[in-house]
């Protein structure tokens, strides 16, 4: 549970494991992603922000990035668009260049999470013709598990749920157990967003590709915070949100990654202009543009693209490799304290305690979670909760100190104490 902390400590010197506040102020000193922080705004406020897996904090020039794209609206109207087109690509190359596995031309920005599940779940389910089966978890995104369903039901396909540990979520074991060549596809989430639990991309692409079956992978919570190994694992397709970890702003476009070995297989349903080989031909009859091209739809958002792109400067900046290494110290830090303070006073962790084994946030189990987290929210800390009883810390490498962590579970303890005590205020 400890160890990244304790490879940190070893080489400082720091015999002792409970964290002191000093202690995790001497790794905000030695923190190298520290001046990062002063890139989003507010740079100096005292709010201890934990749901970055919720919704990122502002780059302190997404607002000068979006009068950017305003002044161009107002100063060459129409013209402006022979640049503006190409952003949902120019973007998805730089995610997919500096942020997540990919090569340049295979991710496309555009539309929301949901709706490219749509678009490659049923692109999926279409090219396995006569396969009756679709996989997903128990402990899958609420979206992910409505649109499944929804497309299961338009198809004549039986849905599947692997009744997974909440803690680990999906294990190659859990797979393997249901998968065979009736299988069209399956949908997982690379981080769970409920434990935190991180995926084997890998080896569960590897058990699906076996019996024929295309993973669609929800990589919401892993894009921006831990690598994701999209090429070299070989993964079929992947979407994911931009409102998360890579700070694009709220309902910030979201993204699809297609491996272009499959690509040309995956036909999605909404055919569009942006989608088309020759938008500008005006042919009355559609032909897919090559490769992921063809899962853009309509014209894109320009103003929420725009916005989107000093985040993923900032990120690919600071390079994955060092975000991830932060990531499961913030998080080595919230769970060691959280084992040492909090597990005492009556929570539980569903989180899993090996930090290669989990992405960028924490889930703490408690009877009174939703008025602890009303509780904090009043006093400026800010997680997030899950109904019924689970809260979440989401620290984000770039932007949160490991004094926050320290101060997050310190305020949890106070008010879960405080409420104990019968002092609850009225809400
Ligand atoms: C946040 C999130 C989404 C969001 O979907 P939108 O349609 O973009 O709102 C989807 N899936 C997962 C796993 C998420 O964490």
């Known amino acids: 549970m400890i160890d990244v902390l304790i490879t940190w400590w070893s080489g400082r010197g720091v015999t002792h494991v409970g964290l002191t506040r000093e202690d995790a102020r001497a790794l905000d000193d030695e923190d190298p992603l520290a001046m990062y922080r002063k890139y989003f705004v507010p740079a100096h406020d005292s ?26 609206w107002q100063d060459d109207q129409i013209i402006a668009w022979r640049e503006w087109i190409k952003l949902p690509i120019v973007l998805g190359d730089v995610l997919g260049s500096s942020i997540v596995d990919a090569t340049p031309g295979d991710i496309v920005f555009g539309d929301s999470t949901s709706v490219n599940l749509y678009k490659t779940i049923s692109a999926a389910i279409a090219a396995r013709p006569g396969r009756g089966r679709a996989i997903t978890s128990s402990d899958i995104f609420p979206t992910d598990r409505y649109v499944l369903e929804s497309v299961c039901r338009e ?8 009744s997974v540990d909440v803690v680990r979520s999906v294990t190659s074991d859990d797979l393997a157990a249901c998968l065979d060549t009736d299988v069209a596809v399956v949908v997982l989430s690379h981080v769970a967003y409920l434990s935190g639990a991180l995926l084997d991309m890998a080896e569960l692409s590897r058990l699906a590709r076996e019996v024929g079956a295309i993973v669609v992978w929800d990589v919401s919570h892993s894009a921006g915070s831990v690598r994701v190994p999209l090429r070299s694992s070989g993964a079929d397709v992947a979407v994911g949100c931009s409102y ?21 297989e995956l036909q999605q349903p909404i055919w569009g202009w942006f989608g088309h080989a020759q938008q500008f031909a005006m042919s ?19 103003l929420s693209l725009a916005a989107i792109e000093p985040g993923l400067r900032l990120l690919a900046d600071a390079g994955i490799e060092a975000l991830e290494r ?53 006093q400026r800390v800010i997680p997030d909760f899950r109904p019924p009883d689970m ?17 997050a579970i310190d305020a949890l303890r106070d008010a879960s104490l405080t409420q104990r005590q019968g002092h609850v205020p009225a809400l």
Do not use: C
Request: cysteine-free.
């Open 391 to 407: 809260l979440r810390l989401g620290p984000a490498a770039i932007y949160t100190r490991f004094t926050d962590a320290w101060d």
């Open 326 to 378: 932060k990531g499961q110290q913030l998080t080595d830090v919230l769970v060691t304290l959280a084992a040492d303070l909090l597990e005492p006073v009556g929570f539980g962790i569903v989180t899993p305690g090996q930090a290669e084994a989990r992405g960028s946030h924490v889930t703490l189990r408690h009877s009174r979670a939703k008025e602890l987290v009303k509780a904090l929210i009043r």
């Open 155 to 162: 198809r004549g396909l039986t849905l599947d749920t692997l």
């Open 47 to 72: 709010t201890v922000y934990m749901d970055g897996n919720s919704l990122g904090r502002m780059p302190l020039a997404a607002p000068e990035t979006v009068n950017a794209v305003l002044r161009r």
């Open 284 to 302: 009355d009859e559609y032909q897919p543009a090559f490769g992921v091209r063809q899962h853009l739809v309509g014209a894109p958002s320009i």
């Open 244 to 264: 998360k970890y890579l700070n694009g702003g709220p309902g910030a476009p979201a993204f699809t990654y297609l491996n272009p070995g499959i690509a040309d």
